[in-house]
C-alpha cells in the first residue's frame, strides 16, 4: 500500500507510459482488495470470540460500533477542502465539496462492516448469516457494471460517493465491499477448518477454488457476448472482480504456508503493522499527499522521480512507519492507561488545531 501511494504519486508521466508501469499497476491493484479482505477476516476473528455479547448487545458491540463511527470520522477528516473551521465556514463554492465526500477505503470498511454486524445481530444465527453474506456479495459483484453507470447527480451528495466513482471516490460500495465480505466468509471457513483441525484440507480446497475462479473469470471475458452495457473489464466487471479476488485468496494460502514454516513471532512486521494498521494508513497518507496540511511529498518532489529514487523514499517511508508503530505497540503494552493519555492529548491538540487555525 505504501509503494502504490508513493510511486503513483511521484513517479515521473513519461515512465507511466511504459509497460513495467502497467504492470505494476496491476500488481498494486491487489493491494486494496487485499487490505478489504483482511479487515473482513478480522470481523471473523471478532465474531468468533463475541459473537454472544454482540447478540446480546453488550458493551464489546458498542466498543467496536464506536471505533467503526471513529474510522469514518478519520476517513473524511482526511479530504477536508482545508484543516481550519473558519475557512470551511467561509466556502461558497460547493465543488470545494466533492473531494471531502469522496468515499475511499477507510469509509468502505467502516460502513461494511457496521451493516455486516448489523446483518448479523438480525438473523442470529451464524450459518444463515453466512449464507445472506454470500447472497449480498454477489449482489454487489454482479450489479456493480449497472449502479456505477447510473446518473446520481440529483442524489444526495454523500451518498452518491458510495454508489459510484463519478464523483472522485475510489472505493464505492459496488463492488469493493464485496472483498471485505468474502473475507469474513473465508475468515469464517477458516476458523471453522482450524476447530476440526482439517485446516490442510481447507487451504487446499481454497486453492483449487482460486485458481478455478481466475480462469473461468478469463475464459469468460474471452467470450463475444456480455450482458452489461458498455462492458469494460478494467471497470467493475464481475471478471476482474473474480480474477482479484482469486490472487488475494492465492496470497492468502501463500502467506499460511510461511507462516507454518517460519512460526511467525508475535512483533513481526506482519503482525505489527496489521495490530498498527489504521495508524500506519493514516499517517503516511499524511506524508505522501499531506491533503490540508502543507508538507507532503507530493508538494515537495511532485510527479518527477525515477523508480529509484521512488522507491528509496518507499523503503525510508516504511522503515519510518515500522519505527513508529513499534514505538505505539511497546507502550501500549508497558502501560495501557499512558498510551490513552498520549492518544487522547494528540487527538485533542488536532482538534484545537482545527478550531482556533484561521488560515
Sequence with gaps: MIETHVVNALLRPDLKDEVFFKVLTFINGLVAPSFLFCAGFALAIIFQ????????????????????????????????????????????????????YQVDTLQTIAVTLILLVLLAIVIRRRNYFIGAAIFIAMGLIFTAPVVRDMDYSVSAVWLRSFLTTQFKSQFPLFPWSAFLIGGTIFGYWFLAAKETGSQKKYIKNVTYLAVAAIIISLVAELQPITFYPNHNFWRASPEFFFVRFGLVLLFMVLLWWYEQKRKVRAISVFTLFGRESLLVYVVHLLIVYGYTYEWSFVRYFGPTLNYFSS???????????????????????WNMKAAKIVEVVVLSAIVLMFLLKTT
Design 49 to 100: 470470540r463475541k459473537w454472544e455479547d454482540y447478540m446480546s448487545l453488550r458493551k464489546p458491540l458498542w466498543r467496536y460500533l464506536y471505533r467503526l463511527l471513529f474510522i469514518i470520522v478519520v476517513g473524511y477528516s482526511l479530504h477536508l477542502p482545508f484543516f481550519s473551521l473558519t475557512r470551511l465556514r467561509s466556502i461558497t463554492d460547493d465543488r470545494l465539496w466533492i473531494s471531502f
Design 311 to 333: 522507491f528509496v523514499l518507499f523503503i525510508g517511508l516504511i522503515a519510518g512507519m515500522y519505527l513508529m508503530a513499534f514505538v505505539w505497540d511497546r507502550l501500549k503494552v
